[in-house]
T-cell receptor, first 113, second 114 residues
């Protein structure tokens, strides 16, 4: 079946612009996660959605970052007024929450000039 | 609170040699433990997971890991490295019963020499 998809695969933007990154999880997965992966670093947790519960936003690095998940499926991560330090690969993952096994998308590589 | 330490940012082995990637964890409750692999320009893929059943867990591509509670370790091994095993490997822990947000290690890059 279809896996987790993300779009765009690459995004180059200018400092100060807003960007939107999209994630389509596996159908039926109620949990959705966003991570940021910088060069040489591990995965930095950003935000977690579970069903209709309020999202866990504890990993968002600043108020320039926000995310929503519509209809319990597709999610959009928005970064406002991008900065060069936002350059990274943004990964999305989904899971059936009770086994915690995450299925990852291929990521969006964001470059802020 | 939970944490993961992966010893060695890079591990280099010869093709056919034993692969050993180290992972130590900290968790206040019995953990769920995972190893993921990331090939270049791809997302992470689950290799294997421990969820309180057998302590020796077998995964895909000939990898296995042993949960050792006394050592708080979950090291990943493979008897004979293949060139195709060259990738980034991540260990992750979650507490399974409360927070469903795994904590990932910083990753270990496996280099396989011919």
């Amino acid at each position: 079946g279809a896996g987790v998809s993300q779009s765009p695969s690459n995004k180059v933007t200018e400092k100060g612009k807003d960007v939107e990154l999209r994630c389509d999880p596996i159908s039926g997965h109620t949990a959705l996660y966003w991570y940021r992966q910088s060069l040489g670093q591990g995965l930095e947790f950003l935000i977690y959605f579970q069903g209709n519960s309020a999202p866990d936003k504890s990993g968002l690095p600043s108020d320039r970052f926000s995310a929503e998940r519509t209809g319990g499926s597709v999610s959009t991560l928005t970064i406002q007024r991008t900065q060069q330090e936002d350059s990274a690969v943004y990964l999305c993952a989904s899971s059936l929450v009770f086994n915690n096994e995450q299925f990852f998308g291929p990521g969006t590589r964001l470059t802020v000039l | 609170a939970q944490s993961v330490t992966q010893l060695g940012s890079h591990v280099s082995v010869s093709e056919g040699a034993l692969v050993l990637l180290r992972c130590n964890y900290s968790s206040s409750v019995p953990p769920y433990l995972f190893w993921y692999v990331q090939y270049p320009n791809q997302g992470l893929q689950l290799l294997l997971k421990y969820t309180s059943a057998a302590t020796l867990v077998k995964g895909i591509n000939g990898f296995e890991a042993e949960f050792k509670k006394s050592e708080t370790s979950f090291h990943l091994t493979k008897p004979s490295a293949h060139m195709s095993d060259a990738a980034e490997y991540f260990c992750a822990v979650s507490d399974g019963g409360g927070s469903y947000i795994p904590t990932f290690g910083r990753g270990t890059s496996l280099i396989v020499h011919p």
